[in-house]
């Protein structure tokens, strides 16, 4: 049974500092890596998407990589901005199945 | 643009009534999910779809009951509503495929209170 892991579950940073949030799950044999962004009282919106044949996906000051021998992932955030401030989920897909972590919540500090 | 629109946003209904949540996708996808999202839980799924006529049981599936006659809806009814299920429900869909081969794409979610 798949499990997804992100640590830590929350984060208080200063603005323009470079972060990263971690997300480890349990069993490699996953199509693809989600990473989500959710804002208070909204849906997930989808921020990159790693396929398992990729190591990373980059999308402006977002990247994120995709280790599955050691079952881990990573979304590095650059000159972090208060704009960023939200809880990042990532989701392990399977074929029948996607897990989803708890997630980080992020705040930027201006 | 295209989008995943549910309705209501905000629900309170008393134990023991019937309560229909709707979703509605101009996607076009085939794939169409229900998760309820708790404090502490990750999303977990309730039913999904994989087409016109198709439905499966998810891993919370007890209480509740979906049906696609058309692509772009897929409304997820709770059958005699309890306090259990208190929470946020989200419709996602995706393109065609295994559950996990594309992204998801995501509603803004319903608050469901049960009194």
């Known amino acids: 049974k798949q499990e997804v892991t992100q640590i830590p579950a929350a984060l208080s940073v200063p603005e323009g500092e470079n972060l990263v949030l971690n997300c480890s799950f349990t069993d490699s044999a996953i199509y693809n890596l989600q990473w989500f962004r959710q804002d208070p009282g909204k849906g997930l919106t989808s921020l990159l998407l790693i396929q398992s044949s990729q190591r990373e996906q980059t999308s402006g000051r977002l990247n994120a990589s995709l280790d599955k021998s050691s079952g881990r992932s990573t979304l590095y955030i650059a000159a972090s901005q208060p704009g960023d401030s939200a809880t990042y989920l990532c989701?392990?897909?399977?074929?029948?199945?996607?897990?989803f972590g708890i997630g980080t919540k992020l705040q930027v500090i201006p | 643009d295209a989008e995943i629109t549910q309705s209501p946003r905000h629900k309170i209904t008393e134990t023991g009534r019937q309560v229909t949540l709707a979703c509605h996708q101009t996607?076009?996808?085939?794939?169409m999910f229900w998760y309820r999202q708790d404090l502490g839980h990750g999303l977990r799924l309730i039913h999904y779809?994989?087409?016109?006529?198709?439905?499966n049981k998810g891993e919370v599936s007890d209480g509740y009951s979906v049906s696609r006659s058309n692509t772009e809806d897929l409304p997820l009814t709770l059958e005699s509503a309890a306090s259990s299920q208190t929470s946020v429900y989200f419709c996602a869909s995706s393109e065609s495929g295994g559950m996990g081969n594309s992204p998801l794409h995501f509603g803004n979610g319903t608050r469901l209170t049960v009194t």
């Open positions: 996607w076009n996808h085939n794939n």
């Open positions: 779809s994989y087409g016109v006529q198709d439905t």
């Open positions: 989701a392990g897909g399977g074929y029948q199945k996607v897990t």
